[in-house]
C-alpha cells in the first residue's frame, strides 16, 4: 500500500494550501462579475474535416469514373486512403465518417472494370492475411482485410470467419455487424451510399441469413428472430443446410428452434459488477432479486467538498436532478466476486462484501491512498465549478482501475492546469492491492474524464483538453505498465461554462467488440476503433444551445451517461440536449428521438426487452421497437412530484427506483409496481443501488450501507443450463465458449478452408 508523508508534514502542507487557496478565492471573484449568468453556445462543434485538397482528390474520382479511367480513379482513391484516411468527410448534413471508411464505401461501388483492376492490385495481400487469419484464428489479420481491403475478393471469406470469432465469445451484436456485411447492398440512385458491404460474393446467402437468425435467438431477440425468419422464407425458401446438427430446410430448422427457445432459461449471468452499468457495454442487468432485511454494515464515506456554489454567486446554486447540490451522490461502487470497490479522490478502498470489514484482514478499507491527500484535497473541488465529483472503477482481470486526484477536467483561461491535473492508478487485487502504474496526462491541459474501460491487454479513456472551447479525446493505454499506445482527437464546442468557470466532467467510454462508442457531451458521438483509435464515424445532434448558468434545464445534469450499447444500436442521453437519441451503432445513423418530456431523466438504467428504462426526477419505459420507438410508454409518478434520488439498478426482472424515504419495485416489461421498500424506519435514505449475491448496497453522499437480505428463490434466474424433459439442452443452448463440434461446425458455421473458391 502506498504510504504518504508525515503527519506534521501533511499539516504543514495543508496550511500553506489553505492560505494559497484563501487567496485565489479572494482574488478569483471578479472575472464573471457584472456579466450576465445566460449563455449562447455556438453552432458549430469542431471536427478534424478532410482538407480541400481530399475533397479535390475525390471530385477527380469521380470525374475518372464518368469517363471510364479505371486505373486513375484506383489510383487516386488509393492515394487519398494513405494520405488522409483518419480525417473526416460528410455523408449527410449530421453524419460523417472517416475518409479511408468513404473510400471503401467508393471501392465497394466501382463498376465492375475498375473493380476487376483494383483486386489485381490487392487480392494477394488480401488472400495472404485472410488464410493466415482463418488458420490462426487471429482476429487482428481478418480485420485488416475487413478495414483495409473490404472489396477485395476475399472481403466476404474475412466477415465470415470473424463473425464466427465473435459468435464463439458470445459477441452477439458483432457477429451479426460482421456478417450483415458480407451481404451485397445496391447502391441507391439518389443518395450517397452509406451502408458499407461487400460488393458481391460467392458465398451462400441463404446461409448467411440463417446465421443472423441464428444470432437473433441466441442473443434472446424472438421478435427480431421471428421478423428475419419471415424474410428467409421469401427469399430462400427451398435452401437447404445444416444448422444444430441437423441437416435440412433452414426455414424449417429455424422454425422450429425458435420454437424451442421460447423455453429456454436465461443465459447464465455473473453477479459481478465490475465497472458503472455492470458492463462495457453500459446496459448490465442483476441476475437476481432479493429480499431486503436489516441493516448488515455501514461505511462511513469522504464527503465531497461542495460544489456548483459559485464563489461569485455563491446565493444561487446550481440545481441536480436527483440529487442533492452540496452533497451529490458521487459513489459508485463495484463488486467482485466477495470484494467491494469504490473509490474517492484521494484513495481506493477495498471492503469485504459479507461483512463491511477491510479486504484482506487489513486495519484500514484504503488499499490506496494519495501522497498528499488532505492537503491536495483543498485544490479538488474549486468553489466556481460547474458540475460534480463522480467516482467511478473498472475492474478486469484481477487488477482494479481509477480515476484519482481533481475531478476538475476544464480550467478558466487564466488558471494553471498541469499541477492539478487528475491521473490514473492500476492497483492488483491479486497482491491486496498493490500499486501497477500511475499515469498522468503527458501534456498540459489534459485531464481524465473517468475511470477508463479495459479489454485484454489495453485500457481505453476518455479526455478533456481545456481549451477556449473544450475537446473531446479518447485515449489508449497499455495495461501493464501504463504506456501510452494512442491518441485521438474527437470534436470541440462551447459549453455553458464559456472558459471562465471550472467544469468536473465524468465522460465515459462504451466499448463492444472492437469498437468504443463516446458520448461527448460536446455535440457530438463517436465510434472509434480500439486497434488504432481511428474514428469510423461521428454524429452530429441539435445542441440545447441557450440558457442560464445559474438555473440550468435538467438534462444540464447529465454528468453519467455513457452511450448505452443494446444489440446493434446505441442509446444516448447527451448533456446538451433535452431528448434522448437512437443511433445505429454501425453508421452512426439517427434511428429515431424522444421529444423533450424526457428532459430531467440523468439515468439510463438498461434495456429490459423492447423498452428503455432511464430515470431523473421520474421513472421512464420508452419504446425501442415499432410504432412506439422514441416514445414515452410508461412513467411513473405521472403527477408532477419529482421523487426519484439516486441511480437505480434492473435486478432480477424488476426496476429498483429510489427516493428519499422509499425503494420501489416495478415489473420491467409492464411497469406495475410490486413492491416498497421503507428506507426511514431503518435509519436510512436512498442513493445509488446495487444488487450483489445477498446484499443491497445504497451508495449516499457520505455512506455506503449494506442490507441483509433473504434470497427470494421466486425471482432469481437460473444460474445454469436446465434440462427439459430429463433430456440434455440443445447443443445450441450450452454455454459459449464450450460449444462443441455441432455448434462451431454445423450450427453456425461453414468450413473455413473451404470459403473461397
Known sequence: MTRGPSKSARWTVCALFCALAS????????????????????????????????????????????????????????????????????????????????CQLQLTSLPPDALAIYRRRVDPLAEKWCKQGIARRDRGLLLDVVNQMLASSWGDDALMAIGEIALERADFASARAYWEKAIPVEQPADGPRTWLSVPDTNLDLAAIRARLVLVSILEGSRDRAADELEQMARLHPDARGRLGGQEGNYVQL??????????????PRSDDWPTFAGTPQRNGTCPRSIDPAGVAWRLSLRKSMAVDSSARSSDVPHRHVAEDANLPLSYYPVVVGNLVLLCNQVEVLAIDLK????????????????????AVHIFHNPADSVGAPRFTMTVHQGRAYARMGSSVTSWPRDDTKQSRAGYLVCLDLNAEGRLVWKTTPEDDGFAFEGSPIVDGGRVYVGMRRSDIQPQAWVACYDAEDGRQLWRQYVCASETPARGMLHEMTHNLLTLNGDTLYYNTNLGAVASLATS???????????????????????????????????????????????????????????????????????????VAGHTLIASGYKLYWIGLDGPNRGKVEHVWPDAQDRLGYGRGIIAGGLVWWPTRET??????????????????????????????????????????????????????????????????????RQPLGQHDANLRGDAASIDLSQLHN
Not at 444516448?572 to 453508421?587: G, H, K, M, N, W
Open 355 to 374: 461483512t463491511g470489514k477491510p479486504a484482506w484482514g487489513l486495519d484500514n478499507p484504503a488499499i490506496y491512498r494519495d501522497q498528499y491527500d488532505e
Open 663 to 732: 425503494i420501489f419495485l416495478f415489473d420491467q416489461a409492464t411497469a406495475q409496481l410490486k413492491k416498497q421498500i421503507p428506507l426511514v424506519p431503518r435509519g436510512l435514505t436512498g442513493g445509488n443501488l446495487l444488487v450483489a449475491d445477498d446484499r443491497l448496497l445504497i451508495s449516499t453522499g457520505d455512506e455506503l450501507i449494506a442490507l441483509g437480505t433473504r434470497p427470494s428463490e421466486s425471482t432469481k434466474e437460473p444460474t445454469g443450463v436446465a434440462t427439459r424433459n430429463g433430456k440434455s439442452p440443445s447443443p445450441l
Open 254 to 267: 429455424l422454425h422450429d428452434l425458435l420454437a424451442e427457445s421460447a423455453a429456454w432459461p436465461p443465459l
Open 23 to 102: 487567496c485565489s478565492a479572494a482574488f478569483s471573484q471578479p472575472p464573471m462579475g457584472g456579466t450576465t449568468s445566460r449563455f449562447e453556445l455556438s453552432e458549430g462543434v469542431q471536427l478534424e474535416r478532410a482538407d480541400s485538397a481530399a475533397q479535390t482528390y475525390l471530385n477527380r474520382v469521380k470525374a475518372y469514373l464518368a469517363d471510364k479511367h479505371w486505373n486513375e480513379a484506383v489510383d487516386t482513391l488509393l492515394e487519398i486512403m494513405e494520405s488522409s484516411g483518419g480525417r473526416l468527410l460528410a455523408v449527410t448534413d449530421h453524419r460523417l465518417v472517416s475518409v479511408d471508411r468513404y
Open 532 to 606: 488504432d483509435g481511428r474514428l469510423k464515424w461521428v454524429s452530429l445532434y441539435p445542441r440545447d444551445r441557450r440558457g442560464d448558468l445559474f438555473k440550468p434545464a435538467p438534462h444540464w445534469s447529465r454528468e453519467l451517461t455513457p452511450c448505452l450499447f443494446d444489440r446493434g444500436r446505441l442509446l444516448v442521453a447527451p448533456a446538451d440536449s433535452q431528448q434522448i437519441f437512437a443511433l445505429d451503432a454501425e453508421t452512426g445513423q439517427i434511428l429515431w428521438q424522444t421529444g423533450p418530456e424526457v428532459d430531467d431523466v440523468v439515468h439510463l438504467l438498461g
